[in-house]
């Protein structure tokens, strides 16, 4: 009996400190949309589990790429900077969890600065 009850009492003691997985972000995943405003173009993004953000913005008006990195709340707000991080230049805005993203972008190293709206969903 006692090594019944010393087993019982490791096993609860086991599943209640064992945590559950957790989900990460309930915006994990490949997104992505376009841009318009002072320059025109694409963007793609993967949210990863922690709320982390890495992808690219394609500019249709240079035909450069440049690398989107930033991160997202559990609410969706987001903000990534793109091209070279001491540019000033960043895409704010939501994602919702059925699926769609807006927001706006802007680039104050250029003058006069350059910015527009942004668009997108999950793919």
Known sequence: MKRLSLALLVMVSVAVSCKKDDPGSPFAGKWSGGYTGSDVGMWRVTVHSDGKITGTANSLRTSREFPLEGSISDRGDFKASFGIAATGSEFTGTFTKDG???????????????????QGQRE
């Open 100 to 118: 769609s993203a807006t927001g706006t972008w802007k680039n104050t190293m250029i003058t006069p600065a350059i910015e527009g709206t942004w």
